[in-house]
């Protein structure tokens, strides 16, 4: 058992570096939209557990514990199985991660934010359709507020970390992937119009775009006459829905807030091929619990008005 689980970790441990690139996945709005000429920033930590990537690791700890320093690989189901683990790592990996983020309150009820992860950059605006847009220098307000938006993510990874070489003698693997997700979120202020603060609850739907290339590095497979050849590249796109929930906590005071927050999505990644003609189809679910700080730099009383729901 020990043995099983110190392999395990050998495959397990290296793959996580390739969060840095996923897609941010935490909520950390409210329903509530920055205010006309209002700026917010901070920055959050997140965690993603996803459970698709274990199950298939799990199948191909023990080729990936012999895999030494070979100088080239006959293709068998071993390696079969570290395919599927590199693919589904690629498209939900297990990790930590710091995101950084910047909201404007474009007009009334509208807002604009950009949100920067390692290499994963997303937009988004936001309309919000429930409740007041106002300060609480302005409003008593202390009702719901809720709100709908539209973002879009980007970004392109691969093995190129010195900690994935022994992966990479064998899948010379790159992707890059799209995003697009609609989280409509409902909150409930604490004090007037989250002086202090506010709990947040919602659902998001996420349809990601993503094209993946693997070209073997040295790999060999059999025919049916016992002669070595390499093996075909993989050109692949496919795309796929996610759908999730997320509830958000924050609490502070005017200027500054504490974020902590958990998201869960599920996910039908879809029947993706592997190198020597199969296929592995993926799905399972993935959590994010986050934390993190917010500032909040409010427009002076004389350049702006503010339009109460």
Known sequence: MKKNIKKLSLILLPLTGFFACSPPRSIVDSGKVVTKNQIRFG?????????????????????????????????????????????????????????????????HNIDVGYRYSGKSHLVDARYQFLGSNST???????GINGSVGVQYGWQNYGFNDRKFDQLKRIFD????????????????????????????????YTH???????????????????????????????????????????????????????????????????????????KGWTFVPSYGLQFNLYPRKKNTSYRNM
């Open 43 to 107: 920055n959050n930590y997140s965690v993603n557990v996803s459970t698709s990537p274990i199950q298939e690791t799990i199948k191909g700890v023990e080729e990936f514990s012999q895999m030494g320093n070979k100088d080239s690989f006959e293709f068998n189901q071993g390696l079969e199985h570290l395919n599927a683990a590199a693919l589904a790592y690629s498209l939900d990996p297990i990790g930590y991660k710091t995101d950084l983020y910047l909201r404007y309150g474009l007009g």
């Open 136 to 142: 609480y220098q302005y409003s008593e307000h202390k």
């Open 173 to 204: 693997m790159s992707m890059s992937r799209k995003d697009i997700s609609v989280p409509l979120i409902f909150s409930k202020d604490f004090g007037a119009e989250e002086k202090f603060g506010a709990i947040s609850m919602g659902l998001i």
């Open 208 to 282: 990601s775009f993503v094209k993946y290339n693997i070209n073997p590095v040295n790999v060999y497979l059999k025919d049916n006459e016992g002669v070595q050849r390499a093996m075909e590249p993989l050109n692949v796109k496919k795309h796929y829905g996610a759908y999730g929930a997320t509830m958000n906590l924050k609490a502070g005071y005017k200027f500054i807030y504490f974020n902590v927050g958990l998201a869960a999505y599920y996910q039908k990644y879809g029947t993706f091929p592997l190198l020597g003609g199969n296929n592995v189809t993926l």
